[in-house]
């Protein structure tokens, strides 16, 4: 008979707690996602953070289309959505990187891998905020060179593809279904999953006009 310390027989039961606390969201741990990968199943997490990049939530299924370190699931999520029965997903700076259509079709996916009452925050840059913080049409000389500039790169630097404005954003999350649409602040929510999970730095907007738009939308129970 094989000698098995009781060190072993208690890592490995710490082992298989830590798998099943993982689907109900409450350790990280990539091993039982790449497993449902690998089966082809719909992998199933209470909370899901789409385009994290090295910005790892404890807790939640990190997801990028970049291998980096703490990210659970590696895919384009533009290409494929294998995610269901989601209570919570997370995006902050990441919408902004799609084109409008692509940015639709990932708004419909994700309504589409929540539960019924489940919520999508994101987080993106304020267009409203954008243009009149970077550009005056009154401007002129090198002043008028250096805002053309700065606004361009608002837009297209970084890989941005798509800035929304407040009204096409909320009017989108409508469109697409979802039951309710809520404007929030930055690290703030009704949600104590969704409370202070933004990393990204501000840039310095105000009450009236933040740099950041957040939004809640739920999908419909039943
Ligand atoms: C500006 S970074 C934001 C990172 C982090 N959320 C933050 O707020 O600092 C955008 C992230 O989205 C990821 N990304 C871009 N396109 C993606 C796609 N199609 N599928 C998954 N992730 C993507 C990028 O790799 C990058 O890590």
Redesign the pocket.
């Known amino acids: 008979m094989p000698r098995v310390s009781t060190a072993s027989v208690r890592q490995s039961l710490v082992r298989r707690v830590r798998r099943g606390l993982h689907f109900l969201g409450w350790s990280r741990s990539s091993e039982p996602v790449r497993r449902a990968r690998r089966g082809g199943r719909a992998i199933e997490v209470r909370r899901l953070h789409?385009?994290?990049?090295?910005?790892i939530l404890e807790g939640w299924c990190n997801?990028?289309?970049?291998d980096?370190a703490g990210v659970d699931v590696v895919?384009?999520?533009?290409r494929e959505f294998p995610f269901r029965d989601i209570e919570y997903i997370f995006s902050?700076?990441?919408i902004e990187?799609?084109g409008f259509e692509a940015a639709v079709r990932f708004l419909q996916d994700c309504l589409r891998a929540l539960r019924p009452g489940g919520v999508l925050r994101l987080t993106t840059p304020n267009l409203d905020w954008v243009w009149s913080t970077h550009y005056s049409v009154n401007a002129d000389g090198e002043e008028k060179h250096r805002q053309t500039y700065m606004l361009n790169r608002a837009f297209y630097a970084?890989?941005h593809r798509f800035l929304f404005s407040p009204p096409l954003l909320e009017s989108l999350l409508r469109a697409i279904d979802f039951a309710r649409v809520c404007r929030r602040t930055y690290g703030e929510s009704p949600h104590a999953d969704l409370r202070g999970v933004e990393?990204?730095q501000e840039y310095g907007g105000s009450p009236e006009l933040p740099d950041l738009l957040v939004y809640e939308a739920v999908k419909a129970e039943g």
Do not use: Y
Request: charged letters at 20%; aromatic letters at 8%; a negative charge.
């Open positions: 789409v385009g994290c990049g090295t910005e997801v990028d289309i970049q980096l895919i384009d999520v533009t902050e700076h990441f990187h799609l970084w890989g990393r990204h």
